[in-house]
């Protein structure tokens, strides 16, 4: 009788269950080593309630505080959310200020980068499409490179942050925002040597035209010595479409605005480059970003990107992109695309001076009834000076790539992919020159997808929004499933 009572009352309150799980098995073929790992996300919702569960689990067969650590991870939050009034929640969140230059938190499935705050949220929706965000919680940086995982602010997990943010959208053109962030931390000298990141934003949208920016300021103390210490930094931004095109444009200027000033950050400036590099994540970095686009003809698309970052002083280290980028579809039947890609890099990556690569590519798609056809082809011209030898000896190389796809109706996709350079001295690669991979995806049914890789990655050095790591290269099997509840 009870058992029914209660199914009575979880029916009537229209309980639901959703949830997203990752399994992964890595094996190695270098040393036979293994690894394996499983994360789940789990959201029940019962009226106006709801709770969440989440489980990291990574465990290597070989492992040591050098190599690969184990990692067992199991989180959890409960909130309290009536529609259009107001979010309480106690446990793991997620949150980010404006655009992120007083205080940005995330998950990142694609880059496997879990930013996450701990402890208690709340949320309040106010009159004049305003709503206000307090929060006082821990930081814990979760970050996967060198093939395993790392809690990057491990030292720092007792520091604490607090903040209070306000938004206002009183007329639909207009938005703006103030924010107030406090980070006490373990390594402060004294009681009153906490950091304050405070600042706002202001947006306006206008018919086609949309502009606007952020300002924030950053007044801390210098680490162990005491004596104040001062950061500022600011984002404008200015999109506008017009008859088929579209132009976007970002100008960043950061000065001592990253904190703290090491492998992690409370806060994310963002950076102006189309790939996602940085120099320092908002320590000393000053440039902007370019984006024009739009189809002058029915079936052709053209785009052109333009983007510089580099340190105040405009010399020691920075990075330059340009891309150009067409694609024309054919009917339903034929799409191709073609790019053009330039960068160089000076300083960004450990052990390299400068990097320049010039990069051209063509994507040809073919779909004929349940029948699709992939070929990329890819060709890069690098010159590379490294900083760690003695000669300085410039290397310019090589690096190829070509890759077919077949994909039969909605189940299966097939791809065969080979990478290389034409150089085996190369550190980047671990004296490696050739990856042949072999790729097989199969979509079991609507909520599960299979996904077996053999074969070689070549790995090397890779960004996302501004944050940066090294991906070793690696020859062996994964194997992935992905099931959605």
């Known amino acids: 009788m009870l058992a029914g009572l209660v199914f009575s009352l979880l029916v009537n309150a229209?309980?639901?269950i959703q949830g997203v799980n990752r399994a992964e098995f890595w094996g190695y073929q270098k040393d036979w080593a293994t690894h394996y790992e499983d994360k789940l996300d789990l959201t029940a919702r019962y009226g106006d309630f709801d709770a969440e569960f989440?489980?990291?689990w990574f465990e290597p067969s070989k492992h040591g505080p050098a190599v690969r650590k184990r990692l067992l991870l199991l989180d959890y939050s409960i909130g309290y959310n009536p529609p259009d009034l107001l979010e309480l929640r106690l446990g793991k969140f997620f949150a980010t200020f404006g655009r992120g230059l007083a205080l940005a938190s995330y998950a990142d499935d694609d880059f496997r980068h879990y930013k996450s705050l701990h402890g208690i949220l709340?949320?309040?929706k106010l009159p004049l499409g305003s709503e206000l965000t307090l929060l006082g919680a821990r930081l814990r940086d979760i970050?996967?490179?060198e093939n395993t995982y790392k809690i990057m602010n491990e030292q720092d997990t007792a520091d604490q942050v607090?903040?209070?943010d306000l938004s206002?959208?009183?007329v639909e053109f207009l938005k703006f925002g103030s924010?107030?962030?406090?980070?006490n931390r373990e390594v402060d000298p004294t009681a009153k040597a906490f950091t304050e990141i405070f600042g706002g934003d202001l947006q306006f949208d206008?018919?086609?035209?949309?502009?606007?920016?952020?300002?924030?300021?950053r007044l801390g103390t210098k680490p162990g010595i005491g004596g104040r210490e001062k950061g500022f930094g600011y984002v404008l931004s200015l999109s506008a479409g017009f008859a088929g095109f579209s132009v976007l444009g970002q100008y960043v200027d950061y000065n001592r605005l990253g904190f703290p000033p090491g492998v992690y950050h409370y806060n994310e400036p963002s950076t102006p480059i189309k790939s996602g590099v940085a120099i320092n994540r908002g320590i000393d970095e000053r440039g902007f970003g370019v984006t024009i686009s739009g189809m002058p003809t029915a079936g052709l698309y053209l785009e052109a990107d333009l983007g510089r970052l580099f340190v105040h002083d405009d010399t020691s280290a920075g990075v330059i992109e340009g891309e150009v980028k067409s694609r024309y579809s054919a009917g339903v039947n034929w799409t191709v695309e073609t790019k053009f890609n330039h960068s160089l890099q000076k300083n960004i990556e450990l052990g390299t001076y400068q990097r320049t690569v010039e990069r051209p590519a063509v994507l040809i798609n073919y779909l004929t009834g349940s029948h699709t056809f992939a070929l990329e082809t890819e060709m890069g011209w690098v010159k590379e000076l490294p900083s760690d030898t003695a000669e300085g000896k410039e290397w310019r190389y090589h690096e190829p790539l070509i890759s077919f796809s077949y994909g039969w109706g909605e189940k299966w996709l097939f791809t065969l992919g080979w990478q290389g350079v034409d150089m085996d001295s190369l550190k980047r690669y671990d004296n490696q020159r050739s990856w042949l991979m072999l790729e097989v995806v199969y979509n079991v049914n609507e909520r599960n997808v299979l996904r077996v890789r053999v074969g070689a990655e070549k790995g090397g050095y890779t960004c996302s929004g501004g944050v940066c790591r090294y991906e070793a290269p690696f020859r062996g099997l994964k194997l992935q499933l992905i099931s959605r509840i």
């Open 206 to 217: 206008i018919g086609p035209v949309s502009a606007g920016g952020e300002i924030c300021w």
């Open 162 to 164: 607090m903040g209070a």
């Open 54 to 56: 989440g489980l990291l």
């Open 122 to 124: 709340g949320r309040l």
């Open 179 to 183: 924010r107030y962030v406090r980070i």
């Open 14 to 16: 229209n309980l639901t």
């Open 168 to 170: 206002s959208m009183p």
């Open 143 to 145: 970050f996967f490179q």
